[in-house]
């Protein structure tokens, strides 16, 4: 009652979002995933301007690829991005689904899209992880709508002679956080989640490598693994730890956790960079459990959040004018929606426990936390110095000319013959606004000065993509309840 009315206190003293605001963006960023789907769309896709995609995907390697989620404003399946989002799209369903009624089944099905794809390219070849499909570099030389791709659909994959580690430890994340999210709704292939997850864990536990090595050309620039591999073991073992309550992952956590990068701080928590993640995931075991070799957890995990709020003695965080967390020129929102995400999840777990977060002599309250993170959920939403919202469709202001093929050309339905590669450039260049409204996607972002040029052009700040909205859905479904 007294964290109630404390959030009551400070919603009045913030931008006058309201309960329906928060449940209507919520709403708006589920939807936004029905534009990122490649495959078969089904009978009740709410986005209507698209239509299938990518239907032979696979085919001339004999497996069956398609589905899954193009990751942005192009055509390509990419396995670490998009694992890394469904990953986030559980957790969100895991901590905040009692606070989304109206919206689970979507959620669960945004998360299903997903889990579908990665569960074929995780056991259609033994030994093998399907890791994307579609050449990035061919890709991003035309400007086409998915349905008339004509760019080639090459598959790349990982082996024990080729390995790969990071993505494969996070799909094995993200296959076990699902099998969480469907334990109760659909038990059998809850089951099946969680023993794929375990095996696709052993294959990047026992084959150990970096995909950016195995397959360098094709996942950089765009999704290389700069971490390296250990914070995806890490996580993906805690995971499974978590889904399975199996005591050989306990195990494995308190044997290699030091190896693992237990120890290191990081202040990024992104599809690249697992660990402040894995720290506040695991510290759930020291709060719920009592198991005090993850106090240290609980230790890295206040680090992370010292690290974000301004005025502690160990903050790191840049923040803009307007008080939006800055980290990168480049899609900068992705690091915003994520530390929100854990801002609130570590509150809920503090709150559960009555703890507090401890920054060298200065203790952080739990109402603190949710206060910063509703600063940032605010700010996206369209409390800041532009008084636009970077979510789109939400608000009375929002980007129009998104860096995305799909929603930039004209849509099958009003354009039916094909537009090929180089015919679509006419629309990345146009200044009208995207004909096919993306509904709810996240854009990158303004810059360091609170300044976003509107410009479809400027992919870095007019790009949106999955694992920017996926751990928004959790933020959303929080204040929607609260506020």
């Known amino acids: 009652m007294i964290l109630c009315l404390t959030l009551c206190y400070l919603a009045l003293h913030c931008h ?60 390509v399946k990419f396995g670490l991005p998009m694992a890394f989002t469904t990953t986030m799209l559980a957790w969100s369903v895991i901590e905040f689904g009692g606070e989304m009624p109206d919206q689970i089944e979507h959620a669960r099905a945004a998360v299903r899209w997903s889990t579908d794809y990665l569960l074929k390219a995780a056991t259609a070849t033994p030994g093998t992880l399907y890791v994307q499909v579609g050449d990035p570099n061919a890709d991003h030389r035309c400007w086409e709508r998915p349905e008339d791709m004509d760019t080639p659909r090459n598959v790349y994959k990982v082996s024990t002679q080729n390995p790969g580690s990071d993505v494969a430890a996070e799909t094995a994340a993200a296959l076990a956080a699902a099998s969480i999210v469907f334990k109760t709704s659909d038990p059998s292939y809850s089951t099946k989640l969680l023993q794929t997850a375990m095996k696709v864990f052993d294959f990047a536990d026992k084959y150990r490598g970096s995909y950016s090595d195995s397959i360098n050309s094709v996942v950089c620039p765009f999704y290389c693994s700069y971490s390296g591999y250990h914070d995806e073991l890490l996580w993906g073992a805690s995971w499974i730890h978590r889904a399975s309550g199996d005591s050989s992952y306990l195990d494995y956590i308190k044997s290699n956790g030091h190896i693992l990068g237990a120890d290191d701080d990081s202040n990024s928590f992104s599809w690249d960079d697992k660990r402040p993640g894995t720290k506040v995931l695991l510290s759930k075991d020291f709060f719920d459990k009592k198991t005090e070799e993850f106090q240290p957890y609980k230790a890295h995990s206040d680090n992370y959040i010292c690290s974000l709020i301004p005025g502690t003695s160990s903050s790191q965080a840049q923040y803009t004018p307007g008080g939006l967390l800055y980290k990168a020129s480049e899609s900068n929102l992705q690091y915003v929606t994520s530390s929100a ?143």
Not at 357 to 365: F, L, M, N
Not at 447 to 453: G, I, L, P, V
Request: with cysteine; hydrophobic share 30%; aromatic share 12%.
């Open 16 to 75: 006058a979002f309201t309960s329906e605001d928060y449940s209507v963006a919520l709403e708006k960023s589920i939807l936004f995933f029905e534009g990122q789907r490649s495959g078969k769309l089904p009978s009740n896709q709410r986005l209507t301007w698209r239509g299938n995609s990518g239907l032979s995907d696979g085919s001339s390697y004999h497996v069956d690829l398609t589905g899954g989620y193009y990751d942005a404003g192009d055509n």
């Open 341 to 483: 995400f854990l801002l609130l999840t570590y509150a809920k777990y503090l709150n559960l426990n009555g703890g507090v977060a401890t920054c060298g002599s200065t203790t952080i309250t739990v109402e603190k936390l949710i206060s910063q993170a509703k600063k940032q959920v605010d700010y996206i939403l369209g409390d800041n110095p532009a008084k636009m919202s970077y979510m789109v469709g939400f608000g009375g202001r929002y980007p129009q000319h998104v860096h995305h093929r799909g929603s930039s050309v004209p849509s099958i339905h009003a354009h039916p013959d094909p537009i090929p590669c180089n015919n679509g450039f006419q629309y990345l260049y146009s200044g009208s606004p995207n004909p096919n409204v993306l509904v709810g996607a996240i854009v990158g972002g303004p810059d360091s000065r609170d300044n976003f040029a509107d410009d479809r052009n400027n992919y870095q700040q007019s790009e949106p993509a999955t694992y920017i909205n996926a751990p928004f859905v959790g933020a959303l479904a929080y204040f929607s309840a609260k506020y």
